[in-house]
């Protein structure tokens, strides 16, 4: 159920709004916009006639949702939610580029690279400190080690950091260094994590499971955002299909679709999106075309040397390259980078 408050109710019609919802056994979630309040209620709508609602004093309007995604869905905020992490506003006018190697290896190379994403106009750098891999043999991450390498260095070059958490036990850690939670695409329906990362308040960037279709995203994204959670971004990442030249399909219609049947912003990831360095440009600049509010690129100051995903991180060359071209971009669809 959603009910829309007049431009003008106070904060004691807005309460008592409240009450009434809570006597009828719905949780309630508000949104206060620029000009209307937005009452977000769980509960047994089914059962309950918008019209009750509606002749309440200060009630503009109230109505059913009847998709199975109440809170992620548009009808809570129509003027979209913009996620601010600092100074870091993604969701806003500005197109948030956000680049990093898959995985840090040492204080030199995150260094390196913090340097390299500051100087191409990005605003956030990304790394893995602990690395979900498909062959228990292969590099695992430097854990809390590199959590502490990446925060030093984006606090040297005024860079926010996004690392991906994997399981419930490392949140604590994870508050400590990370502006931004990752939740990877094998963790995408891990409800779990899900319900713990609701109770806390930093950012989570909720990244799209490898076969999920849109509407499961947004239901995962319901998880979070029903614990009281609403800093939440989505991620475009690619979903398997029966091609195999790239390494998964990028789904750039995703981003369209997301905007319209939600409130959240949407980022891209062209580097899992295609698995293939000499797609991911390509592919950035159809995103932010299509309307990505930010975008999350894999860089290596030496791709052919890295320890994971070498083979789809640009080179540092290749992010200035692409920075650029954004900037173009962005600025045909409305957007500055």
Do not use: W
């Not at 797609?279 to 975008?295: E, Y």
């Not at 999350?296 to 200035?320: F, K, N, Y």
Request: hydrophobic content about 40%.
């Amino acid at each position: 159920m959603i009910v829309v408050m007049e431009e003008n109710a106070g904060e004691a019609l807005v309460q008592r709004v409240i009450d009434r919802m809570v006597d009828l056994e719905f949780t309630v979630h508000r949104s206060t916009g620029l000009v209307h309040t937005v009452l977000g209620g769980v509960g047994p709508e089914d059962r309950i006639d918008p019209k009750e609602f509606e002749v309440m004093e200060g009630v503009k309007e109230a109505h059913r949702i009847i998709s199975p995604y109440k809170l992620a869905n548009r009808h809570f905020r129509p003027g979209g939610t913009v996620v601010k992490v600092g100074k870091v506003e993604i969701g806003g006018s500005e197109m948030v580029l956000m680049a990093g190697p898959c995985s840090v290896e040492s204080r030199e190379q995150i260094r390196r690279c913090a340097s390299i994403v500051a100087e191409a106009g990005g605003r956030v750098i990304r790394g893995g400190a602990f690395k979900p891999r498909s062959s228990p043999y292969s590099f695992q991450g430097l854990g809390e080690e590199g959590l502490q390498m990446m925060r030093e260095a984006a606090d040297e070059f005024g860079l926010l950091v996004i690392s991906e958490v994997m399981d419930s036990t490392q949140i604590p850690l994870m508050v400590r260094y990370a502006d931004i939670l990752q939740v990877g695409a094998r963790n995408m329906q891990n409800f779990n994590l899900l319900r713990e990362l609701s109770k806390i308040r930093k950012p989570v960037l909720l990244k799209r499971g490898i076969a999920a279709t849109i509407e499961e995203l947004l239901l995962s994204a319901e998880y979070l955002l029903s614990g009281g959670n609403y800093e939440v971004i989505l991620c475009e990442r690619g979903i398997r299909t029966f091609e195999t030249y790239t390494r998964n399909t990028m789904d750039i219609s995703a981003i369209p679709v997301v905007h319209k049947l939600s409130h959240l912003p949407i980022v891209a990831d062209p580097s899992h999106g295609t698995g293939r360095r000499d797609q991911v440009i390509p592919m950035a600049r159809a995103a932010v075309a299509a309307g990505a509010d930010g975008l999350l690129v894999e860089m290596h100051p030496d791709p052919d040397r890295a320890r994971s995903d070498g083979a789809q991180s640009l080179r540092p060359e290749q992010l200035t390259e692409l920075a650029q071209q954004l900037r173009v971009i962005a600025s045909a669809v409305g957007r500055t980078l």
